[in-house]
C-alpha cells in the first residue's frame, strides 16, 4: 500500500482503466465492474471510463480502514437498515457500539444510544469515557443534539413508539440528507414473545422510513436459553445480522423469500 500511496499524486489526473487497474494490482474487468457498481467513482467521457488519482486513493483508503471493526461495519451497514446483532461477551459488546456509533458519526445525522441497567454493561458516564478514548469528540457531539445517550429503553412495546418520536424530532437532519440511528440492547426484561414483537414492529417501521438504521445487540449467552424456534424468528425479523466472537466476525443479509 505504501508505494501505491507514493504514486496516486497530482488527485485531479484522470486515470484510464488500464492504469488504475494497474496500480491496484487487478484485472480490468474488475475495476470497471467496480465503476459501474458505485464502489469506485467513475466518470466516462467519450467511450471511455476515467478515474481521478485522488478518488483512487480514497478507494484504498476506505480497503484498508475496512480491516478494523469499525470500517467492516461501514462497508456493511446500510440506509435503511434494521440489524441485529450478537457478541459472545459483554467486553465485546462494548467494542461493537462505540464502532456502531462512529460508523454514524462519519455519516452524519443523529446518533441515539439506549443503555439497558445491567451490571454487564457500562453506565452511561462509562460508555461515555470509552467513546472519548475511541475518538469520539462526545461534548460537541452532545451539545449539537447530535449524540443522546439514555438510560434504558422504553416499556414493552414501546420501543417503535419512541423511535417514531426521535424521527419526528429531527426533520431537520433528516430533511439534510442525515440518518437517525438508533442502537438498543437486547430486552430482556419485557419477555422473549413481547421482545420479538418489538423487532418486527421496528423492522416495519424501518421499511417506511428512508433514513433510519435500527440496532439491536443480545449477549450470546441470553441467546443461548431461546428455543431454536425463537432464534430463527429473530434472526429473520431484521434485515441483516452481526456475530461478533473471538474466533471471528459473521455478517450476513436476510433475502426476501424467492419466487417459486
Not at 475495476?31 to 467511450?47: M, S
Amino acid at each position: 500500500m505504501g508505494r501505491l500511496r507514493e504514486e496516486l499524486t497530482g488527485a485531479d489526473e484522470l486515470l484510464g482503466i488500464e492504469e488504475a487497474a494497474r496500480l491496484l494490482g487487478v484485472g480490468q474487468v474488475t475495476v470497471w465492474r467496480w465503476c459501474r457498481e458505485g464502489a469506485l467513482p467513475c466518470a466516462k467521457i467519450g467511450r471511455k471510463w476515467r478515474v481521478r488519482r485522488g478518488a483512487l486513493d480514497e478507494f484504498v483508503r476506505r480497503s484498508e480502514r475496512a480491516q478494523t471493526l469499525t470500517g467492516r461495519l461501514r462497508v456493511f451497514v446500510g440506509v435503511p437498515d434494521n440489524l441485529l446483532a450478537v457478541t459472545q461477551d459483554a467486553e465485546l459488546m462494548r467494542k461493537l457500539d462505540p464502532a456502531f456509533l462512529r460508523v454514524g458519526e462519519a455519516r452524519g445525522g443523529v446518533l441515539v444510544k439506549y443503555q439497558l441497567e445491567d451490571e454487564r454493561l457500562p453506565s452511561l458516564d462509562d460508555l461515555r469515557e470509552e467513546l472519548r478514548a475511541d475518538g469520539m469528540d462526545v461534548g460537541r457531539l452532545e451539545g449539537e443534539g447530535r449524540l443522546r445517550l439514555i438510560a434504558g429503553s422504553a416499556a414493552s412495546g414501546g420501543r417503535p413508539e419512541e423511535v417514531r418520536r426521535l424521527v419526528a424530532e429531527v426533520p431537520g437532519e433528516l430533511g439534510n440528507g442525515g440518518t437517525v440511528r438508533v442502537n438498543f440492547n437486547w430486552n430482556m426484561g419485557v419477555g422473549l414473545e413481547a421482545a420479538l414483537r418489538q423487532q418486527r414492529d421496528l423492522s416495519e417501521l424501518v421499511e417506511g422510513e428512508s433514513d433510519l438504521v435500527v440496532k439491536t445487540t443480545v449477549l450470546e449467552e441470553d441467546m443461548d436459553g431461546w428455543p431454536g424456534a425463537e432464534q430463527r424468528r429473530a434472526q429473520v425479523a431484521h434485515s441483516g445480522m452481526v456475530w461478533l466472537s473471538r474466533s471471528g466476525l459473521v455478517m450476513s443479509r436476510v433475502l426476501p423469500p424467492p419466487v417459486l
